[in-house]
Nanobody, 111 residues
Framework: QVQLVESGGGLAQPGGTLRLSCVASGIIFSINNLEWYRQAPGKERDWISSITRNSYTAYADSVKGRFTISRDNAENTVYLQMDNLKPEDTAVYYC?????WGQGTQVTVSS
């Protein structure tokens, strides 16, 4: 059974930093592309970043230069380092591998 478990969300001030983690189990992690999405209240779930199995990365324009995706295949974990957070980054953040989704972790950016 595939499970994805996100953690690391919380409350941050504008300009602050959070680091999200997503631990996967029940899947051959190293061969998969990994993605992060987010969903703000009343909005659709949007893609924000990807990392391929060869560690090539891509970012949505809204987070480029502020967020960094990385992976640790030995730990079956994908990370999202979020710097210079803005109030508009407030959302539930989800990791995704293929058709599998985590339960999400809430990120709130507010002073």
């Amino acid at each position: 059974q595939v499970q994805l478990v996100e953690s690391g969300g919380g409350l941050a001030q504008p300009g602050g930093t959070l680091r999200l983690s997503c631990v996967a189990s029940g899947i051959i992690f190293s061969i998969n592309n990994l993605e992060w999405y987010r969903q703000a209240p009343g909005k659709e779930r949007d893609w924000i970043s990807s990392i391929t199995r060869n560690s090539y990365t891509a970012y949505a324009d809204s987070v480029k230069g502020r967020f960094t995706i990385s992976r640790d295949n030995a730990e079956n974990t994908v990370y999202l380092q979020m710097d210079n957070l803005k109030p508009e980054d407030t959302a539930v953040y989800y990791c995704n591998i293929g058709t599998y989704w985590g339960q999400g972790t809430q990120v709130t950016v507010s002073s």
